[in-house]
Every structure is written in C-alpha cells, then in structure tokens.
C-alpha cells in the first residue's frame, strides 16, 4: 500500500502538493505498520505470540482448528447472528 501512495502522488504532483504533510504521515505510517507487522511475525521471544509460536498452536490443537469445527463454533456463537 506504501509505493502505491508513493506511485499515486508521483502520477499527480497537485495533489501531493496540496496535501503534503497528510500524505507525507500516511505513508511513514503505512511503512511503519508494515514493518511492526514482519518484526511481530518474526519474532524470537520465547513469551510472544508470533507467527512461530501460531503454528505450533494450531500444530498441537489440530481437532481445534479443523473446518468441521470451525463451521460448528461459527453456528453456535454471537458472531454468527450479528
């Protein structure tokens, strides 16, 4: 999402230029969220919940995650109605 804001402000400089400071902190915020997200799914700590510690979730609980139950949890709960 990043270079496509970067893309679109080059392919019109009016509205960069009318609008500079916005888009200047959307853009920094979009590449600082993205690289949040890469340190947060890469992350080594024993104690997070990262992309490491996920599969090993769903490796350990695989009844948990099956589509059956899925489609049984999704049917039964709040969620479904609203």
């Given at each position: 999402m990043?270079?496509?804001i970067?893309?679109?402000l080059?392919?019109?400089p009016l509205?960069?230029?009318?609008?500079?400071?916005?888009?200047?902190?959307t853009?920094?915020?979009h590449?600082?969220?993205?690289?949040?997200c890469?340190?947060?799914a890469y992350?080594q700590?024993q104690?997070?919940?990262?992309?490491?510690?996920w599969?090993?979730i769903i490796?350990?609980n695989?009844?948990i995650?099956d589509?059956?139950e899925?489609?049984?949890?999704?049917r039964t709960t709040?969620?479904?109605?609203?």
């Amino acid at each position: 999402m990043a270079s496509d804001i970067a893309k679109a402000l080059c392919d019109h400089p009016l509205v960069a230029a009318q609008s500079n400071t916005f888009w200047y902190l959307t853009h920094k915020a979009h590449v600082a969220a993205a690289l949040q997200c890469l340190a947060r799914a890469y992350d080594q700590e024993q104690s997070s919940l990262h992309l490491l510690s996920w599969l090993q979730i769903i490796r350990d609980n695989q009844p948990i995650f099956d589509v059956a139950e899925f489609r049984f949890v999704s049917r039964t709960t709040h969620l479904s109605k609203a």
